[in-house]
């Protein structure tokens, strides 16, 4: 199958490959978005489909949902699962502690929730996620509409007085509008450049009024899975 991929997708693929034979029979899995989430999707598919692999999935959004349904994946809400083994999700940026940011996709609000309520999270990624330092990829922060240009303001404010290196704050577009995420919010996306202190900005960003939550995972990832072009992967 890798051999007709590009590197990239070969990467991602063989990453989602490995995170599967963390999968055992009978779990309850929090199913991640993004490009990287679908080879994963795909591959539980095929466990399903060719192996009779009984699972339980919650997905994180609604494009992964369809995806699911589509690869014979029973799915089933939070609230129903109540509690997960393993959640196999993507990733915009790790660190050498396995903090993370994501939300690259919009999907950052379903994801920190499903991972949180799972016994283990691991992320999967080819190798360009990986970084010394959490910031050069825009950090998104999930906002009610009501109001957006008042916490832009104040998001702006608060990350001026922290240890980052840009302060420029975006509204995410889709087309002409603004993005609107699967609970009906906006996305800022906050151009860092650099985050000194990931642990004290996810905490500080999440008391601004109007912020529903931020893209930076702290202490919830268990295990990062790297894809690489020519096949090989590492587990970190
Ligand atoms: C979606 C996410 C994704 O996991 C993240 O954007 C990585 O996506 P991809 O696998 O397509 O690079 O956080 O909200």
Request: glycine share 12%; aromatic share 4%; proline share 3%.
């Amino acid at each position: 199958m890798s051999a007709t991929l590009s590197a990239i997708d070969t990467a991602k693929f063989v990453a989602a490959k490995q995170a599967c034979t963390y999968v055992e029979d009978g779990m309850r899995l929090g199913l991640g978005t993004g490009s990287t989430a679908a080879w994963l999707v795909r591959c539980l598919g095929e466990m399903v489909e060719q192996d009779g692999l009984r699972i339980t999935g919650v997905p994180t959004s609604t494009r992964t949902a369809e995806l699911a349904r589509q690869a014979g994946i029973e799915v089933v809400s939070l609230d129903e699962a109540r509690w997960l083994d393993l959640t196999i999700d993507g990733a915009d940026e790790f660190d050498g502690e396995l903090n993370l940011i994501k939300g690259g996709g919009g999907a950052l609000l379903q994801e920190k929730i499903v991972a949180t309520a799972s016994d283990r999270m691991i992320v999967i990624a080819d190798a360009t996620k990986k970084v010394e330092t959490l910031g050069a990829f825009p950090l998104p922060v999930e906002v009610i509409p009501f109001g957006w240009q008042t916490t832009k303001a104040l998001l702006e404010e608060t990350v001026a007085s922290l240890d980052v290196m840009g302060e420029t704050v975006t509204l995410r577009m889709d087309g002409g509008d603004p993005y609107v995420t699967d609970e009906g919010n906006h996305i800022l996306d906050l151009h860092l450049g650099r985050i000194g202190n990931p642990r004290q900005l996810a905490l500080v960003l999440n008391q601004v009024p109007g912020v529903v939550e931020n893209g930076l995972f702290i202490d919830i990832c268990d295990i990062v899975i790297v894809g690489s072009g020519d096949g090989s992967v590492s587990v970190t």
